[in-house]
C-alpha cells in the first residue's frame, strides 16, 4: 500500500521558534510537495522538488525553505515561525509526469500552531 | 495561473438521493483530473482518476465525467449515505510537475 508519512500530526510552537515538518514517502517518487490548507482558501503550494536536492517555489514560498536530501524524504523549514503560520499543512508526492495516470498521494497532514 | 473552481462550496442532501458535485478548469489542454475526498482534519483520499482521453470512470457508487472542450468534471455519487459527507475536491494536471485543486465541495448527507 502507497504510503506518505508526516511525522508530526499536531504540534504546537512559539513565535520565533524555528519548525521542521518531515515528510517520507515509500513509492520512489521524484516529486514531492508541501501545501497549506486553510478554511477558504483551499489548497496552496509552498515548495516542490522535483528530484533530489532540487527545488522550486510554489505560490506562498515566503516565510519557508525546504530541503531534500535522500529522494524519500521532503522537510518543510519555518526559519521564525509567526502566528500567521498557523494551518494545517499537507506534504504529497508523485512520478514524475511521463503519463497522464500520474497521479499525487497525500500524507495525514500536520496541524500547525503558533502562539 | 490555472484556475479550477468548485460549486456549490457546500451542499446538504437528505440521504438516498443522488447527486452531482461541479469542477471547472479554464484551460482545457489537461493530462488527467482526479477527484479526492477529504475528512475533518485530514488528508486528501483520490477517489477516482480520468485521463485526458477518458469520457469517465467509475467506482462503486462513484462515477466522475470529464468534458474538456467545455473545462468541465462532475463527480456523480448515487444513493448517498451518511458515510459519503465529506469534502470533494478536484485536481486538474496538465504537462509539468504541479497540480491544481479546487477549493472543494463540503457535502453534508443528513440520515
Known amino acids: 500500500d502507497v504510503k506518505v508519512t508526516q511525522s508530526s500530526r499536531y504540534l504546537v510552537k512559539r513565535t520565533g521558534e524555528k519548525v521542521f515538518l518531515e515528510c517520507v514517502q515509500d513509492m520512489d517518487h521524484e516529486n514531492m510537495f508541501w501545501y497549506r490548507q486553510d478554511p477558504g482558501l483551499g489548497l496552496r503550494l509552498i515548495y516542490f522538488s522535483y528530484d533530489v536536492k532540487m527545488k522550486e517555489k510554489g505560490d506562498i514560498p515566503e516565510g519557508y525553505s525546504v530541503s531534500r536530501e535522500k529522494k524519500e524524504r521532503f522537510s518543510l523549514i519555518l526559519e521564525s515561525a509567526s502566528t500567521n503560520q498557523t494551518s494545517m499543512y499537507l506534504c504529497a508526492s508523485s512520478h514524475r509526469a511521463t503519463s497522464s495516470g500520474n497521479t499525487i498521494y497525500f500524507g495525514e497532514g500536520s496541524w500547525l500552531t503558533v502562539v | 495561473k490555472q484556475e479550477v473552481t468548485q460549486i456549490p462550496a457546500a451542499l446538504s442532501v437528505p440521504e438516498g438521493e443522488n447527486l452531482v458535485l461541479n469542477c471547472s478548469f479554464t484551460d482545457s489542454a489537461i493530462y488527467n483530473l482526479q477527484w479526492f475526498r477529504q475528512d475533518p482534519g485530514k488528508g486528501l483520499t483520490s477517489l477516482l482518476l480520468?485521463?485526458?482521453?477518458?469520457r469517465e470512470q467509475t467506482s462503486g457508487r462513484l462515477n466522475a465525467s470529464l468534458d474538456k472542450s467545455s473545462g468541465r468534471s462532475t463527480l456523480y455519487i448515487a444513493a448517498s449515505q451518511p458515510g459519503d459527507s465529506a469534502t470533494y475536491l478536484c485536481?486538474?494536471?496538465?504537462?509539468?510537475?504541479?497540480?491544481?485543486f479546487g477549493t472543494g465541495t463540503s457535502l453534508t448527507v443528513i440520515p
Open positions: 485536481a486538474v494536471k496538465y504537462t509539468g510537475n504541479q497540480f491544481y
Open positions: 480520468i485521463q485526458s482521453s477518458q
